[in-house]
């Protein structure tokens, strides 16, 4: 079965800082999710990737297969980016059942 | 394209009654995923289903169930409730490996 870190667990930041959060898993994957956990509930899926990096506005993910590693950055960051963000893997190779980490809590102060 | 919806948004119970919650996927998703989001344990998969068949089943008990219709809506079943089951309950739906996420339905038993 995967087992998924992330950290930090908690991270505050002013608005425009450059943000960094990490996510390791144990088990090789087809591909990593990253989601976003606004207050009140609803997730949005960030980015799902397999190798390299991806970027889609300020977000950008990379991940390292070898050595079982994401990051997702937020440049620029805004109050608007304060949510959860929780990065995910299949629990198996090729199995579409998730592990989820614990999470990071982002709080941007203007 | 309509996203994910989930019904109804919230619940009370009382222990030891039932509960049904509905999820309407994305039209022409044919998987649907459960999972349960608690403060203490975070996000867990319940079950996957996939053209009426459960694919996937996470480690819950049997008082949780769920299925699917042949319109790929799916319902998820709780019955006997204890107040653990207090959580939000989102589903997900897909048509390859990335996942779209409904609103949740925030579950609360008393």
């Known amino acids: 079965k995967n087992e998924v870190e992330q950290s930090p667990q908690n991270l505050t930041a002013q608005e425009g800082e450059f943000i960094t959060i990490n996510c390791s898993y144990s088990?090789?994957?087809?591909?990593l999710h990253w989601l976003q956990q606004h207050p009140g509930g609803g997730i949005v899926s960030l980015f799902m990737?397999?190798?390299g990096k991806k970027k889609h506005g300020r977000l950008i993910a990379t991940i390292n297969i070898q050595e079982k590693h994401s990051s997702l950055h937020i440049t620029a960051s805004h109050p608007r980016d304060s949510a959860v963000y929780i990065c995910?893997?299949?629990?198996?190779?090729?199995?579409?059942?998730?592990?989820f980490g614990t999470g990071t809590r982002l709080t941007i102060i203007p | 394209k309509a996203g994910v919806t989930q019904t109804p948004r919230y619940l009370i119970k009382t222990r030891g009654q039932q509960v049904t919650l509905s999820c309407s996927p994305i039209s022409g998703h044919r998987s649907v995923s459960w999972y349960q989001q608690t403060p203490g344990q975070g996000l867990q998969f319940l079950f996957e289903?996939?053209?009426?068949?459960?694919?996937n089943k996470g480690n819950f008990p049997g008082r949780f169930s769920g299925r699917q219709f042949s319109n790929s809506r799916s319902e998820m079943n709780v019955s006997t409730l204890e107040l653990g089951d207090s959580a939000l309950y989102l589903c997900a739906s897909s048509l390859g490996p990335e996942q779209y996420f409904g609103p949740g339905t925030r579950l609360t038993v008393t």
């Open positions: 990737l397999s190798s």
């Open positions: 088990v090789g994957i087809s591909a």
């Open positions: 289903y996939f053209s009426e068949t459960q694919r």
């Open positions: 995910a893997v299949p629990s198996n190779f090729g199995n579409e059942k998730l592990t």
